[in-house]
């Protein structure tokens, strides 16, 4: 089982900068894909950030050079992943519940998992 836990979300102003944190752990015998998506009152689910097993980096076109997504491989061990997101000049447009989740293989029986955090609401506002 993967569980997965997001932190660090909060109220900014318009311009402001939050971190993100999110942990992948439980029986993680490889990360394929891992990332957030952020969904908005009355708006549909879109997919933020997502960085793969290899490395490479996917954003949503309003947050390039804005937003960067990484992983911790200091924090990281076999059975841990350490993902954030860094958010600069935040928008209200920003504004959201953000979700992490963790894809990948598990060492325990189904292999493939795909896993999701409760959320973390960030509020962009003045």
């Known amino acids: 089982q993967v569980r997965v836990m997001e932190s660090g979300g909060g109220s900014v102003q318009p311009g402001g900068s939050l971190r993100l944190s999110c942990t992948a752990s439980?029986?993680?015998?490889?990360?394929?894909?891992m990332g957030w998506y952020r969904q908005a009152p009355g708006k549909q689910r879109e997919l933020v950030a997502e960085?793969?097993?290899?490395?490479?980096?996917?954003?949503?076109?309003?947050v390039k050079g804005r937003f960067t997504i990484y992983r911790d491989n200091a924090e990281s061990t076999v059975n841990l992943q350490q993902l954030y997101l860094q958010m600069n000049s935040l928008k209200p447009e920003d504004t959201a519940l953000y979700s992490c989740?963790?894809?990948?293989?598990?060492?325990?029986?189904?292999?493939?998992?795909?896993?999701w955090g409760q959320g973390t609401q960030v509020t962009v506002s003045s």
């Open positions: 439980g029986t993680i015998l490889a990360i394929n894909d």
């Open positions: 960085i793969g097993g290899d490395g490479r980096t996917n954003y949503i076109d309003s």
């Open positions: 989740f963790a894809e990948g293989l598990s060492t325990t029986l189904p292999r493939q998992f795909s896993s």
